[in-house]
């Protein structure tokens, strides 16, 4: 672990980087992907063609997507940023979609029945019981960008994955495997923790995992 | 425009590499693929009917999903080197976690009548896996094949990285080298890849649904 002491704070800033680009892209696809499910979650036709354009961007493999991309946005921190919302955003929305979808007609009935308005309906009824399953969303999406950011590093993104890709180019097994571990160990905290928050929530329990 | 014209001009011009590529990506993708089905279809099978050991299974599994493909493939590398063997050893444990959660889900959903009715008929364990659970999970079975398979043709790419080949060695060229021609050609060829594994499984997927005995053979 000689090399690892000696350069706490590079691996200290490649931690930090990659969290940034992660939470982030996140906090952009959910100001995209919020508005534009709630727009499509309640028109049919529209909600076929995004959900259908969603999970094709979705199975698009990382490193296919990124290079995509390069010609378009160039290298760099905020290319890559862009291809993480790219990915972040179908589950986002496929989450939203199907959670909005869920809430049963009799609920809807009862609360315009009792005199709420669409707005009123939509935020104290429609997403509290859509929340667990845009948490199960936001869940998948840390993990499939923490994955998606270390092979960021390939266009310049920065975080975890320089550390593996130059360990890799220098034959150096210290830097490729605390670059691994650390990425591995991020997966897995993000993962949980949002787990975790996904118990707490009161509408979970009605909803079976 | 011109950078497709630069992708089709270095395809027309390096067909041969284009073609190693691809069959070194295919070799990758199936060879893991089917190593990763050979363990956890059994495994599946074994810890389907013991729930505690099951549970423990679909956390495992759980675990391993979690785990990105670069960070897999990047640890494999000091212990079994560079080449197309670590990379397959990853690819397989990419392949391990949707076959193996969707082998012991589908088995526990199967009707506990129709299990018992073969129970009744007097057929063995292997009988009855093979005639009567097998077939009555296989709609979540190949659902769990098809997305394995997708994640596998995807982190194929990822192989370029520790020697394996594959179609992400164009990109990795193309990026080092400047070649968008042949970054763009890797890249869509991947991309294809994934889309058509997604269909082709897809299709496996709704005949396993609507059942194997009335499709065609």
Do not use: C
């Amino acid at each position: 672990m000689r090399w690892t002491a000696r350069n706490l704070d590079t691996v200290a800033a490649a931690t930090l980087l990659h969290v940034e680009l992660v939470l982030a892209a996140i906090a952009v696809a959910l100001i995209i992907g919020l508005p534009l499910g709630l727009a499509v979650a309640r028109a049919a036709r529209l909600r076929a063609a995004v959900l259908g354009g969603a999970s094709i961007l979705y199975s698009l493999p990382t490193l296919a997507l990124f290079a995509l991309l390069v010609p378009v946005l160039g290298l760099g921190f905020w290319p890559a940023l862009v291809a993480l919302v790219t990915y972040a955003l179908p589950i986002l929305l496929r989450a939203l979609v199907s959670g909005l979808a869920s809430v049963p007609p009799a609920v809807l009935d009862a609360a315009t029945g009792m005199g709420l308005t669409a707005r009123q309906r939509l935020w104290r009824v429609e997403l509290p019981l859509a929340m667990p399953a845009l948490l199960g969303g936001l869940r998948i999406a840390g993990v499939t960008l923490v994955s998606a950011a270390t092979v960021g590093a390939l266009i310049g993104a920065g975080g975890l994955g320089v550390l593996i890709l130059t360990g890799l180019d220098q034959g150096h097994t210290e830097k490729i495997l605390v670059g691994a571990g650390l990425v591995a160990a991020l997966a897995l905290v993000l993962d949980q923790a949002l787990a975790l928050v996904q118990r707490r929530l009161p509408a979970s329990r009605a909803v079976p995992a | 425009m011109s950078t497709l014209g630069g992708a089709i001009a270095w395809l027309g011009a390096n067909p041969g590499t284009f073609g190693t590529a691809l069959l070194d990506h295919l070799l990758l993708s199936v060879t893991g693929l089917l190593i990763g089905i050979a363990i956890a279809l059994p495994a599946g099978v074994a810890v389907a009917r013991r729930p505690r050991l099951a549970e423990a299974t679909i956390a495992f599994a759980g675990l391993l999903r979690t785990l990105p493909s670069l960070a897999v493939l990047a640890a494999l590398l000091p212990l079994l080197g560079v080449g197309f063997t670590p990379s397959v050893v990853a690819l397989a444990i990419t392949a391990i976690p949707p076959v193996l959660v969707n082998t012991v889900i589908g088995l526990n959903t199967a009707d506990p009548a129709a299990l018992d009715a073969a129970r009744g008929l007097g057929l063995t364990p292997v009988q009855r896996a093979v005639g009567v659970e097998l077939p009555l999970a296989a709609p979540l079975v190949f659902a769990g094949l098809r997305i394995a398979a997708v994640q596998v043709v995807s982190a194929a790419a990822l192989a370029t990285f520790i020697g394996g080949g594959g179609l992400g060695d164009l990109v990795t060229q193309g990026l080092a080298l400047l070649d968008t021609g042949r970054m763009l050609v890797g890249a869509v060829a991947i991309a294809a890849l994934a889309l058509l594994a997604e269909a082709g499984f897809g299709l496996l997927e709704r005949r396993a649904a609507a059942g194997w005995r009335d499709a065609p053979a």
